[in-house]
């Protein structure tokens, strides 16, 4: 974490940024629409007495569930390169409101630290001798598609299987997930569901309570955020257990969480530090959900590289067995290179596959 006592270490610094689209290798649907490029921004923090050591961070908001809009962030970037070369660190990271962009700052600054390496967190897996397990993420599509790209991970050994549901006819949803449990069990293959708020708060336990005989891990988000009361009752009644996403956006105070979950009462949360505010926000809900027996995964928010090799290597360090929500490496066609490599379930670290940053 950006600590305290790290700010007397850095020197004067200076920052500037620029944006990058990233083109999707297939259109990317979930019940909120379908994504064909990704806008980004990526920030470069160096010590002004050496600018070619430098960190790098991503601002990589989703638009619709971040607090964000797109006509702010570049002016809301400026402000922080003007704070940071104006006022220093400290004072130019209090000023952050944006989510999106505490996140960028907090990777590039760690980064920094690192030497400028892309190396935020020293441990085993940069060191490339140890492995991250992750789930699959199988998009919305028709079905046919659906079940062809079900068994491409399938055969390429993933035992952990995502499914974003809500856009297609509730039938087909149910009978693809049937069909797919009909030919594994749950001890093969664990199904996570992410319903990203589709189902309504009049249908949702009835599709849970259809879903159940299927041997469900969990859902993720069934019914839209901001329904406590509903999403109380379903979490009390469901018989698979619930995941709270979109839910936790826009939680700013450790007090806050702590009233959401307890009121809640979910079973899981699903962190992504993109839309909570970075590494420091994201802990504290970690460190909120464990006093309440809470479960938690890591989840991508679609970053590029810069931001899932944060993540990755975060991850990394919070010694959990659960697969994570960081498989989407290969979702664009113009990502990054980097020394992150997928192989099945298992994201690897290669440190001899060097950066390949283009203009950062």
């Known amino acids: 974490m950006i600590l305290e006592k790290q700010y007397a270490t850095l020197p ?7 944006s990058m689209k990233l083109q999707f290798q297939f259109p ?35 638009f619709g569930l971040s607090p964000e809009t797109l006509p702010e962030m570049p002016s809301q970037l400026a402000q922080f390169c003007h704070d940071l070369h104006c ?6 990271l209090a000023a952050i409101s944006q989510p999106s962009i505490r996140f960028a700052v907090e990777m590039a600054l760690l980064d920094l630290l690192g030497g400028g390496q892309r190396i935020l967190f020293d441990s085993p897996f940069v060191q490339g001798k140890q492995n991250i397990l ?29 499914l974003k549901i809500g856009a297609l006819n509730w039938q087909e949803e149910y009978h693809m997930i049937k069909n797919l449990r009909s030919r594994f069990s749950a001890s093969e293959i664990e199904i996570r569901l992410d319903a ?14 259809q879903l159940a005989q299927y041997d469900i891990h969990s859902i993720e988000q069934p019914i839209a955020p901001g329904q406590h ?51 420091t926000a994201t802990l504290d809900w970690i460190n909120c959900a464990k006093q309440q027996d809470i479960g938690w995964w890591l989840t991508s928010a679609l970053e590029s590289n810069i931001g899932l090799n944060a993540l990755a290597q975060w991850a990394a360090t919070l010694n959990t067995q659960m697969p994570q929500g960081l498989g989407t490496g290969r979702v664009f066609q113009n990502n990054i290179v980097s020394p992150l490599v997928q192989e099945g379930e298992w994201l690897h670290y290669a440190p001899e596959r060097p950066w390949v940053l283009g203009n950062p």
């Open 229 to 279: 009361e509903y999403m109380a009752k379903l979490c009390l009644d469901s018989p698979i257990a619930i995941a709270l996403d979109e839910e936790l956006i826009g939680i700013d105070s450790t007090e806050q969480r702590t009233r959401l979950l307890e009121t809640i009462k979910p079973a899981f949360i699903i962190l992504k530090p993109t839309l909570l505010g970075g590494f």
């Open 134 to 162: 992750i789930n699959g993420l199988i998009w919305m599509n028709n079905t046919q598609t659906m079940l062809a790209a079900i068994e491409d991970k399938l055969q390429a050994g993933f035992s952990c299987i995502k």
């Open 28 to 62: 990317g649907t979930t019940s909120r629409g379908t994504m064909t490029e990704r806008q980004i921004w990526l920030l470069r923090i160096h010590n002004r007495a050496n600018p070619a050591q430098f960190g790098l961070g991503e601002a990589a908001p989703l």
């Open 12 to 18: 004067a610094l200076q920052a500037n940024w620029r």
């Open 196 to 209: 990203n708020g589709a189902f309504s708060a009049d249908t949702a336990l009835d599709r849970l309570k």
């Open 87 to 92: 006022h220093g660190t400290r004072a130019a």
